[in-house]
């Protein structure tokens, strides 16, 4: 969508990164839109893990209500420093304010799901060899096509083999344990230019996830800026405001669109609220969004 309707009100929240239960989110794209209504957000990008099928779904709930929606997407990709022969996992968010994705970009995002499927396999495989009771039929019986690690840690939580879901990464499913599976994604570099080339806006988001000291992160930003990156997310749940700040200048240093939004899950990060994050940490301005508008314009 181009342009927010004529009945938005000017002065509600903004919130530029949330997902549904089409990706690993667990409210359907209306129950999103409803809940965007009660808050008071008047413009959500509804960002779902290699899929705009939440957002399409959204899409005649939002305009009903009066909701601004944001075509937008999230996507992983592998991240290699200098001098160091290990990969990090990176998330883009892509997003697409005016323009259509492409076909070619769609036909990538059908592979994307394919690579999804078979790293599900994989991850079942090795929680199996390590004795855990679990099938790639069970976890997609949750997640359907877009199932993940999300849908993984609910199921290892029900049967008993972590307390909570963050229990159940910790032991199982983030990068340092010792089943985990990485997906073949494309590096993060490839990964912008192919959203560039879909018609997209790519962003890095969550950038406090690279976890590097202040050197080396902006040396990576500054790089991943000349492959064709776009925005930076300043503002996010995982952001405090000295963060924010830093993140804010950081943006603004090396001439990157700032952006911001909640991460917003549901029930899967129930302290995370629609609009304004973790205990209120986040308020997008409306500047955001006007100059991500304005770049495609």
């Given at each position: 969508?181009?342009?927010?309707p004529?009945?938005?009100?000017v002065?509600?929240?903004?919130?530029?990164?949330?997902?549904t239960?089409?990706?690993?989110g667990?409210?359907?794209p209306a129950?999103?839109?409803?809940l965007?209504q009660?808050?008071?957000?008047?413009?959500?990008?509804?960002?779902?893990?290699?899929?705009?099928?939440?957002?399409?779904?959204?899409v005649?709930?939002?305009?009903?209500?009066?909701?601004?929606?944001i075509?937008?997407?999230?996507?992983?990709?592998?991240?290699?420093?200098?001098d160091?022969?290990?990969?990090?996992?990176?998330?883009?968010?892509?997003?697409?304010?005016s323009?259509?994705?492409?076909?070619?970009?769609?036909?990538?995002?059908?592979?994307?799901r394919?690579?999804?499927?078979?790293?599900?396999?994989?991850?079942?495989?090795?929680?199996?060899?390590?004795?855990?009771?679990?099938?790639?039929?069970?976890?997609?019986?949750q997640?359907?096509s877009?199932?993940?690690?999300?849908?993984?840690?609910?199921?290892?939580?029900?049967?008993g083999?972590?307390?909570?879901?963050?229990?159940?990464?910790?032991?199982?499913?983030?990068?340092?344990?010792?089943?985990?599976?990485h997906?073949?994604?494309?590096?993060t570099?490839?990964?912008?230019?192919?959203?560039?080339?879909g018609?997209?806006?790519p962003?890095?988001?969550?950038p406090?996830?690279?976890?590097?000291?202040?050197?080396?992160?902006?040396?990576?930003?500054?790089?991943?800026?000349?492959?064709?990156?776009?925005?930076?997310?300043?503002?996010?749940?995982?952001?405090?405001?000295?963060?924010?700040?830093?993140?804010?200048?950081?943006?603004?240093?090396?001439?990157?669109?700032?952006?911001g939004?909640?991460?917003?899950?549901?029930a899967?990060?129930?302290?995370?609220e629609?609009?304004t994050?973790?205990?209120?940490?986040l308020?997008?301005p409306?500047?955001?969004?006007?100059?991500?508008?304005?770049?495609?314009?």
């Amino acid at each position: 969508m181009s342009d927010p309707p004529e009945s938005v009100p000017v002065n509600g929240l903004i919130d530029l990164h949330s997902h549904t239960n089409e990706s690993d989110g667990s409210l359907t794209p209306a129950e999103l839109v409803a809940l965007a209504q009660q808050v008071g957000a008047d413009t959500i990008a509804i960002t779902d893990h290699d899929t705009f099928r939440g957002y399409e779904a959204a899409v005649p709930f939002a305009r009903e209500a009066g909701v601004d929606l944001i075509r937008g997407i999230e996507l992983n990709s592998r991240l290699k420093l200098a001098d160091n022969r290990e990969h990090r996992s990176v998330h883009l968010l892509g997003y697409f304010p005016s323009d259509q994705p492409s076909t070619q970009f769609n036909d990538w995002l059908r592979g994307a799901r394919d690579e999804r499927v078979n790293r599900n396999r994989r991850l079942a495989d090795a929680l199996q060899r390590r004795g855990v009771d679990i099938t790639v039929e069970e976890v997609e019986a949750q997640g359907r096509s877009l199932a993940g690690r999300v849908h993984f840690a609910r199921i290892l939580v029900q049967k008993g083999y972590a307390k909570n879901s963050e229990d159940a990464f910790r032991k199982y499913l983030d990068e340092s344990a010792p089943s985990y599976v990485h997906r073949e994604s494309q590096t993060t570099q490839e990964a912008i230019g192919i959203i560039r080339a879909g018609r997209g806006i790519p962003v890095l988001a969550h950038p406090v996830r690279l976890s590097l000291p202040r050197d080396v992160e902006r040396n990576a930003i500054e790089e991943l800026k000349q492959a064709g990156l776009v925005g930076l997310e300043v503002y996010h749940s995982e952001h405090p405001p000295a963060l924010q700040a830093h993140y804010r200048q950081l943006a603004e240093e090396l001439d990157l669109l700032p952006t911001g939004g909640s991460d917003f899950h549901g029930a899967p990060k129930p302290d995370i609220e629609l609009g304004t994050g973790l205990n209120g940490n986040l308020r997008v301005p409306r500047e955001f969004l006007d100059r991500l508008r304005a770049f495609r314009a």
